[in-house]
């Protein structure tokens, strides 16, 4: 094998689940037979009335449908719950851990878990919610979070999560975008001694929404809030309700939740999971990857407000009646040994979290990690971008002491669940890579511009997958065009996903990055034109390029080349307006890191700009801008180059 490699140890290779010999042949079984081996995995959850179709999908652009188990009936929250009453009633399902490590953690039971779920679904059944339609939660990570998720699912409401982070704007856009009955909130998020007001922002963007819409507001704080016609005491309504709720049947493609994501263009798309795959894909990846045995504590670090929240932290862990840990906080606060305190505390065995939040941990120093009695860790995952080998060679020494397998996990809000990851007891690592599929996922590089497969083991190009798996999004909500157009269209015949990578001689893959103009800022996902057009709505700017670039923390950051309007002084103060103009917009995430006065962007003679040179200016490498022969203004660049933000 060619780069350094880390096999599993061959005890913990003994007690996995998969081990390489295993791996090998069920791969095998999983791509000559899907629907056998699909057909076999399907029985891991209870179904109502079983499916008798396993797989019926067409990747023809223009007739594009993805179906799983189609004619198969269940409930996902009697799944997560109620089947585990029996057996496990009294096992915890969720550690909760508060902002605040002096606050009481809280141990929720399967049976716990349940009553409050129920109760939660009654609450939503009263305000007239039911089947089919869609609910969003804006909420802290909180158990509600998931009372709400399991809630929604148990009636077969729709859920939208958006991330506690957005903004007002961003939040109504996306009660607007589902046409959501119910917002859930709480009074205020804790989150590294700080409060974010959840309500008054939803106050806020309720003003730009239907009348109808309710709110349901969960107490979290206690903080002062201001009262409407519109709201409702989730807590004092969940105390009175009812403590048994039965679970709606749902066909295995009905939609479970939406959650939006960033593509290239300015708006933000509803991608959609369904209820049968999505969950068979959760739970199997869920034990598998993270190769998780009964009894143990898992945990990952994301929030309910991400993909891997929901399949991660909630659907899948909760499915396979697993103890998941839930965070409220982040990783630095009260100091950067938070994570491991959280770890030494609830002796957590899997643990999963961002090359972000790493690089971040890394650079405070190893006290922080080793002051920390980390021996019940078994498995460590990152997920969200490419982790740099000096990163996960810190994860593995450090905080693993060397004897805890890493499976870095490549997949994407679309693909509902890990596509590409090492599993534990099987696969050899090496820094950097994602190694190889899952079972069942066939990725193929392509030539970019001719699109024609390239199948030489040593290749690079895009990425895209051949054939479906159970996990896989099932349309853009309300615009099914847009889905086929976006993932099907370019290359046709496979799933594109925007990124590009490279395979290497021992078969093995290397995400490079995207391909389209998203970025990656600290794991979270963000379409350059988002932050471009909420620029251009400032009354200053006459024109913004946004593009990303590395960022010893963040991997990407943002930075922004902003033309003003005729006769707008640039100064320092509105540097700072448009940063909080951003924030306010989008939210703290899409604040622009550097932001570059441009007399002017350079671009063809058609008018198009050339973003290749932005991103070369902005990664300051601007002695090699290639062909700038198409440019109207030449003297543009110099100017740029002269005035350029990032010397590093
Ligand atoms: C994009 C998807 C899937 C949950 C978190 C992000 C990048 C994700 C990895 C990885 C290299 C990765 C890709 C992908 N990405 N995981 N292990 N190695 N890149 O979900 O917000 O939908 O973003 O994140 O570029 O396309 P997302």
Known sequence: MSDKTYPPSAEFSANAHIDAARYKDMYAASINDPDAFWGEQGKRIDWIKPYTQVKDVNYDFGNVSINWYADG??????????????????????????????????????????????????????????????????????????????????????????????????????????????????????????????????????????????????????????????????????SAAATECTPEEMNAEDPLFILYTSGSTGQPKGVVHTSGGYLVYAAMTQELVFDYHDGDVYWCTADVGWVTGHSYIVYGPLANGATTLMFEGVPTFPDASRFWQVCEKHKVNQFYTAPTALRALMGQGNSFVEKCDLSDLKVLGTVGEPINPEAWNWYN??????????????????????????????????????????????????????????????????????????????????????????????????????DGCRRDADGYYWITGRVDDVINVSGHRMGTAEVESALVAHAKVAEAAVVGYPHDIKGQGIYAYVTLMNGVEPTEE??????????????????????????????????????????KIAENDYGALGDTSTLAEPAVVDDLIENRMNRS
């Open 73 to 238: 009936t269940l409930n996902v929250s009697a799944n997560c719950i109620d089947r585990h009453l029996a057996n496990r009633g009294d096992q915890t399902a969720i550690i909760w851990e508060p902002d605040d490590p002096n606050d009481a953690a809280r141990h929720i039971t399967y049976r716990e878990l349940h009553e409050n779920t129920c109760r939660m679904a009654n609450v939503l059944r009263d305000l007239g919610v039911g089947k089919g339609d869609r609910v969003v939660l804006y909420l802290p990570m909180i158990p509600e979070a998931a009372y709400a998720m399991l809630a929604c699912a148990r009636i077969g409401a729709i859920h939208s999560i958006v991330f506690a982070g957005f903004s007002p704007d961003a939040l109504g856009a996306r009660i607007n975008g589902s046409d959501a009955k119910v917002v859930i909130t709480a009074d205020e998020a804790p989150r590294g001694g700080r409060k974010t007001a959840l309500k008054s922002n939803t106050d806020a963007a309720l003003l730009h929404c239907d009348d109808r819409v309710k709110c349901l507001v969960v107490k979290r704080t206690g903080g002062q809030t201001t009262w409407t016609d519109r709201d409702y005491d989730c807590t004092a309504l969940m």
């Open 574 to 615: 509105l540097r700072k307006e448009l940063e909080k103009w951003v924030r306010t917009e989008i939210g703290p995430i899409a604040k622009p890191d550097l932001i570059q006065w441009a007399p002017g962007l350079p671009k063809t003679r058609s008018g198009k700009i050339m973003r290749r040179i932005l991103r």
């Open 397 to 498: 020494e450090v905080v693993g002491k060397g004897r805890c397998p890493i499976v870095d996990t490549w997949w994407q809000t679309e693909t509902g669940g890990h596509l590409m990851t090492p599993l534990p007891g099987a696969t050899a690592t090496k820094p950097g890579s994602c190694t190889l599929p899952f079972f069942g996922v066939q990725p193929v590089i392509l030539e970019p511009t001719t699109g024609a497969e390239i199948t030489t083991t040593e290749a690079e190009g895009v990425l895209c997958i051949k054939d479906s798996w159970p996990g896989q999004m099932r349309t853009v909500y309300g615009d099914h065009e847009r889905f086929e157009k976006t993932y099907f269209s370019d290359y046709k015949g496979y799933y594109f996903t925007g």
